[in-house]
């Protein structure tokens, strides 16, 4: 489930929530931490299929990159920045306490975006598609898809549909949305695991004890070889004629995945 649901408009925390709750009886907040801890997994991922990518970063940082590697470590460090501003305050403040059904209209909300992004790059027919690429984001763009993954940090709401959406709008094509939305993946979900680990050290802790070490393991394996496979197909998808039918699709999910919280009540 974490495997699929991180690359997709659909919360990951919200599912691993329910199961979570269903399945080992969690409260909502061992739940929620133990959510975050299994983005671990989805972490490994990005970093194994993005390798080329984490190298060109690597050498930007010490100097010896390429233009590529250096447009990427100030997409990176600005993304990260402004995710970690507003991200660890809603963790601190909001995430820990919030329940309700409430929480799903953001996503009700992120599905109807993404099915106008789908609307408008199937109307254009060319015209007005999407074009902008790494090299052509100003600061403005940056800070944007900062402040949409920072409100991901909110329960209920998909970090990847929320960024992908905002670059979408931003006028970013569609593959490298994606592709950056990924990407973004890396250093946030580590900041994540560290606000985890400060801020919710008792409840994770919780949480691990009452599953065995194997199963654990397993889970983040797993999680691992799912999310390869998925974030292929997505870019590929996105790089197709079919990207429209994608979007719209991803569009659905969300809604679906908005009525589901807004159903049982969890974010």
């Not at 709401?157 to 960024?163: D, F, L």
Request: net charge positive; charged share 10%.
């Amino acid at each position: 489930m974490q495997g699929i649901s991180e690359w997709l408009p659909v919360s990951s925390k919200t599912q691993i929530i329910i199961v979570s709750t269903y399945v080992y009886h969690f409260p909502f907040t061992q739940a929620y931490a133990f959510g975050l801890f299994l983005e671990a997994g989805s972490f490994v991922a990005a970093v194994v299929f993005f390798r080329s990518e984490v190298l060109r970063v690597l050498k930007a940082l010490v100097g010896r990159g390429d233009e590529e590697g250096r447009l990427l470590l100030k997409f990176l460090v600005v993304v990260t920045l402004v995710t970690a501003l507003i991200g660890v305050g809603i963790y601190a403040l909001i995430a820990e306490n919030a329940t309700g059904p409430v929480l799903g209209v953001p996503m009700v909300l992120l599905g109807l975006i993404l099915i106008g992004d789908g609307a408008v790059i199937h109307f254009a027919r060319g015209r007005q598609n999407p074009r902008k690429g790494l090299k052509d984001l100003t600061m403005r763009d940056l800070l944007l898809v900062g402040v949409a993954q920072g409100i991901a940090a909110l329960p209920g709401v998909s970090r990847s549909g929320v960024t992908v959406s905002a670059m979408l709008l931003l006028g970013i094509n569609p593959r490298e949305s994606f592709r950056l939305s990924f990407l973004a993946l890396i250093p946030s979900s580590i900041g994540a695991a560290l606000v985890t680990v400060i801020l919710s050290n008792l409840q994770i802790s919780s949480a691990i004890s009452a599953i065995t070490p194997p199963v654990l393991l397993l889970a983040l394996v797993v999680t691992v070889a799912v999310g390869l496979v998925l974030i292929r197909v997505l870019l590929r998808a996105a790089s197709s004629p079919r990207i429209t039918i994608l979007v719209v699709g991803l569009g659905v999910l969300a809604i679906l995945s908005g009525v589901v919280t807004i159903l049982t009540g969890f974010g």
